[in-house]
């Protein structure tokens, strides 16, 4: 049985990566793909291979006919159930009737040859073994050395280049932050570390969801021009900034909190010399290693053992705590000699809120126990049903107080997030890290929280999911603090990077430096680029939920205070965002505004067609 485990196991590693390179895409199951997998397959099938052939073997025992029979039936029907388990969209009891009735017709032939089958197992059984444990110790020993060759192999840095820190806040929208006048006091540290740079009060991201907003912000391109879609990953058409920080000599390295969306499998991480996602991606265990098959997952899913990896009982989350302790740490043993270009993501404002500070230190509802919440959303949610009980609230009722308390565990996660980014600054400033240092503070995309019946992102290219904070602080004095109220794309984050790391013009990345708003040079007027946020998919949502018509795919294109969008059936809005920045009163049914929506759809239009579009005929639309 174990000869047929392993072999099972690496033809199992064949069909996996047959299936990634024919179909670059990232199967939900596949976030949890430790570094490992190359030997941990075949080890997962021959263990689970082993295992159930002792047992047969018992099982078996008091009955010698029955023995023969099994002989070689049982393990071909689980050699071909290990295959077809691995073969995405084949239902499980498919894959099940399909390997019994091969064992069936195969096993009798290879019965009648079981001498010469024999002796070819026992001949190649010590190779496949040995094949494997070698497998298993160069993996290893890559693993373990990939980040020392590729600093190896980088030439030396530029004398005096700043170390760059791009830290983003996954879905935190900008006016949930006390540094954007929110009404608490949610980002006391971020508002201090904005006294020393640019804050940018208008900067929207390019996509509301997690892929192409970072893949935005690591190649500089547009999201219509990559390749990132719901299960689809970063291809490399285009450079990212940890490529070309990395052969310019710096050390680079992701600690990743959304270890789905940023997970490595999606091609954020390419170019880092160290990327972690998952915990349970970095190292290999014996849960990992039985984890790794499709065979070892249903074995485990028997046992109990959670399987989704959407749920945090099968990979939990990685706190704002854990991922400073991991990238100071870094820090701690990289070369002196190289600087740094480190990447972090912060989950801990995205739903499921959970809360990692103490009662007296939430806002509002936020504070009460987490039975007393579950107790509050059940409520709520029975009463917006129809079903009030013993609450008497009215579904309107119930829908204010579930928003409210939404608000309320958001406002605290955020929090929670600043308090660890104090920590962060605080802890590189005693270790002298933050002298020569670019540091990058922004956010992927927003979240609505009740806005037009939804609590959800990705949704939508309103500015509840479009607007972010961005703060950018200069690695050299800096006549700040300083505010720029113009609308800015993330898009210009590598180009702004590039800029003060001194690549010139071997930048290979569109768009404008930002810094360059904030000069005040009259002889040099600086340029962007267009405001432009895409959404490219639909979310279907479920068919009993009490939420308006899915939204997408969409367009909007800010400029002057006024955003403008438009979907693929031709349907258009304007709405001023001066006046009215909760995006209410449609603008685009007024006749008056038919001029500036006839700018704004060539604007689109030639956007489209044309990237290098000049961002200045966005100014030439009449003032509101």
Same mark, same amino acid.
């Given at each position: 049985m174990m000869w047929f485990g392993l072999v099972a196991g690496w033809l199992n590693l064949g069909l996996v990566l047959a299936q990634g390179a024919l179909r670059p895409h990232v199967a939900t199951a596949r976030v949890r793909t430790n570094l490992h997998f190359w030997w941990m397959i075949p080890a997962s099938d021959a263990l689970v291979f082993g295992v159930v052939g002792l047992a047969l073997a018992l099982a078996t025992r008091p009955w010698p006919r029955l023995a023969r029979w099994t002989a070689w039936r049982a393990p071909i029907a689980m050699?071909?159930?290990?295959?077809?388990?691995?073969?995405?969209?084949?239902?499980?009891?498919?894959?099940?009737?399909?390997?019994?009735?091969?064992?069936?017709?195969?096993?009798?032939?290879?019965?009648?040859?079981?001498?010469?089958?024999?002796?070819?197992?026992?001949?190649?059984?010590?190779?496949?073994a040995l094949g494997t444990a070698a497998s298993a110790w160069l993996i290893h020993e890559r693993v373990e050395s990939a980040e020392e060759r590729a600093l190896a192999a980088a030439a030396p840095a530029r004398p005096g280049a700043p170390n760059v820190l791009l830290l983003v806040l996954d879905t935190v929208r900008a006016e949930c932050l006390s540094l954007h006048g929110h009404d608490r006091t949610t980002t006391p540290n971020i508002d201090r570390l904005a006294s020393r740079g640019v804050l940018f009060t208008q900067a929207r991201t390019t996509a509301p969801w997690t892929a192409p907003a970072h893949a935005s912000l690591m190649t500089g391109r547009w999201p219509h021009e990559l390749s990132v879609a719901p299960g689809e990953p970063l291809d490399a058409s285009f450079p990212t900034l940890a490529e070309v920080l990395g052969r310019e000599g710096y050390a680079t390295a992701g600690f990743i909190g959304n270890i789905y969306c940023c997970n490595g499998l999606y091609g954020i991480g390419r170019g880092f010399a160290r990327y972690e996602d998952a915990y349970e991606n970095q190292a290999p265990s014996f849960l990992e290693t039985l984890y790794s098959s499709g065979l070892g997952r249903r074995v485990l899913q028997t046992m109990g053992h959670p399987m989704d990896p959407t749920d945090e009982a099968a990979l939990p989350r990685k706190t704002a705590e854990m991922l400073n302790r991991d990238m100071l740490g870094w820090l701690d043993q990289r070369p002196a000699d190289r600087p740094f270009f480190a990447f972090i993501n912060y989950y801990d404002a995205h739903r499921p809120y959970r809360f990692y500070t103490p009662p007296e230190s939430r806002f509002g509802k936020a504070a009460l126990s987490p039975a007393d919440q579950e107790a509050l959303e059940r409520t709520c949610f029975e009463a917006i049903a129809g079903r009030p009980g013993d609450s008497g609230l009215t579904p309107e009722q119930a829908g204010q107080e579930l928003t409210q308390f939404y608000h309320d565990a958001y406002d605290t996660c955020i929090a929670y997030i600043d308090q660890q980014l104090g920590l962060l600054f605080d802890e590189m400033e005693r270790k002298g890290l933050l002298e020569n240092t670019l540091i990058v503070v922004t956010s992927d995309h927003g979240e609505e929280i009740g806005e037009r019946g939804r609590l959800v992102h990705g949704a939508s290219v309103y500015s509840t999911e479009a607007h972010v904070p961005l703060v950018v602080v200069p690695p050299s004095r800096w006549s700040g603090p300083q505010v720029v109220a113009e609308p800015v794309s993330l898009r210009d984050? !590598?180009?702004?990077?590039?800029?003060? &790391?001194? /690549?010139? +013009?071997?930048? !290979?990345?569109?768009?404008?430096?930002? &810094?360059? /708003?904030? +000069?005040?040079?009259q002889d040099r007027p600086a340029t962007r680029s267009p405001v432009l946020c895409e959404l490219e998919h639909i979310i279907a949502f479920p068919l009993d939920e009490p939420v308006p018509p899915p939204f997408g795919p969409a367009r909007s294109l800010v400029a002057r205070d006024r955003i403008y969008i438009r979907r693929p059936e031709g349907s258009e809005e304007l709405y001023d965002l001066r006046f009215d920045p909760m995006e209410i009163v449609d603008l685009a049914k007024d006749p008056g505004s038919a001029p500036t929506i006839e700018q704004f759809r060539q604007e689109l239009d030639q956007l489209r067609r044309d990237e290098a579009v000049l961002p200045t005929s966005l100014e030439a639309l009449p003032k509101p």
């Open positions: 050699l071909f159930l290990a295959l077809l388990l691995e073969v995405e969209g084949l239902y499980q009891s498919a894959a099940l009737f399909l390997a019994c009735g091969l064992a069936l017709r195969i096993g009798p032939l290879i019965d009648g040859q079981a001498e010469r089958f024999g002796r070819l197992i026992r001949l190649s059984f010590p190779a496949l984050v !590598p180009a702004t990077i590039a800029q003060w &790391t001194g /690549l010139g +013009a071997s930048s !290979p990345f569109p768009g404008h430096p930002l &810094t360059q /708003l904030a +000069a005040n040079d």
